[in-house]
Nanobody, 116 residues
């Protein structure tokens, strides 16, 4: 299985920005749509941003206009630029294929906390 490793999380004040990265252990990105998911305490994991193999993007309504997903196939990396953060964005963020494929395993995620 391909391993996915998320990084870049941390504590940010409301309105602040953060950039997350997701690196794959080997090349799969060129063939798959990739997405960022998040799971807040006590809630189910949700898909917040998707990017297809050709770069088309889609966002959940709660993050549209604030988050930007991008990918670098040469580096096997997907990014999530998060601007104008809100307290409700606090969650553990994961990346994975869209839809979820058994060819990749879930990483440990990266914690993002939005608090003043």
């Amino acid at each position: 299985q391909v391993q996915l490793v998320e990084s870049g999380g941390g504590l940010v004040q409301p309105g602040g920005s953060l950039r997350l990265s997701c690196a794959a252990s080997r090349r799969i990105f060129s063939n798959y749509a990739m997405g960022w998911y998040r799971q807040a305490p006590g809630k189910q994991r949700e898909l917040v941003a998707t990017i297809t193999s050709i770069g088309s993007t889609n966002y959940a309504g709660s993050v549209k206009g604030r988050f930007t997903i991008s990918r670098d196939n040469a580096k096997n990396t997907v990014y999530l630029q998060m601007n104008n953060r809100k307290p409700e964005d606090t969650a553990v963020y994961y990346c994975h294929t869209v839809p979820v494929s058994t060819r990749a395993s879930w990483g440990q995620g990266t914690q993002v906390t939005v608090s003043s």
